[in-house]
């Protein structure tokens, strides 16, 4: 079956624009996370939702970051006023709650 | 909250040898350690879990070990191939609604 698809795979943006960073979850998983990965480094643990709701933000970095994922479905995750920090691989996974994640290709942002 | 640490940061091995990565672990309420593999440009994915109900975990030529008590846990590569060059990462969570936490990993490099 499909696997988890984000969009856009890349993305290049100016200093202080907004961008939105897609996930579609395998059909069926209720939990999705979101990581980022820079480079040479593990990915970092942004934000969980278990349906409709973030059961956990604690990873987001600070207010500029925010997530939805209004019908339990598709997430998207925004960014306000980037900065060139935010510059990292995003990655998306999904799963049935406590079991394996499963990991999108990523969106690689690029803020310039 | 969690901290995973791995090591080594790089290991080489001549193809056909056993590799060997360890991790450890600070919070005591994980249980669940994944390991994921991701190669250059493509999305982790995962080759083995264990949950701390088990000591130990085969797959093939792929094993890990759990010690709960020392907070650490390890994965086994034997008769490494080529086509096991790539990055490993392990993980940690409570396993049940968590998110993971990796650490920085392994550049595992087979030599022919």
């Known amino acids: 079956g499909a696997g988890v698809s984000q969009t856009p795979s890349n993305k290049v943006t100016e200093k202080g624009k907004y961008v939105e960073l897609r996930c579609d979850p395998i059909s069926g998983h209720t939990a999705l996370y979101w990581y980022r990965q820079s480079l040479g480094q593990g990915p970092e643990f942004l934000i969980y939702?278990?349906?409709?709701?973030?059961?956990?933000d604690s990873g987001l970095p600070n207010d500029r970051f925010f997530a939805v994922r209004p019908e339990g479905s598709v997430s998207t995750l925004k960014i306000q006023r980037t900065e060139r920090g935010d510059s990292a691989m995003y990655l998306c996974?999904?799963?049935?709650?406590?079991?394996?994640?499963?990991f999108g290709p990523g969106t690689r942002l690029l803020v310039l | 909250g969690e901290n995973v640490e791995q090591h080594p940061s790089t290991l080489s091995v001549q193809e056909g040898d056993s590799a060997v990565i360890k991790c450890t672990y600070s919070?005591?309420?994980?249980?669940?350690f994944p390991w994921y593999k991701q190669e250059l440009g493509k999305r982790p994915q995962l080759i083995i879990d264990?949950?701390?109900?088990?000591g130990e975990k085969k797959d093939q030529r792929i094993a890990v070990t759990l010690n709960k008590t020392a907070k650490h846990f390890s994965l086994h590569i034997t008769e490494t191939q080529p086509e096991d060059s790539a990055v490993y990462f392990c993980?940690?969570?409570?396993?049940?609604?968590?998110?993971?936490?990796f650490g920085k990993g392994t550049h595992l490099i087979i030599q022919p």
């Open positions: 919070d005591s309420a994980s249980n669940y």
């Open positions: 993980a940690a969570s409570m396993g049940g609604a968590d998110g993971l936490t």
């Open positions: 996974a999904s799963s049935f709650p406590g079991e394996t994640q499963y």
């Open positions: 939702f278990q349906g409709t709701g973030a059961a956990d």
């Open positions: 264990i949950r701390s109900n088990v």
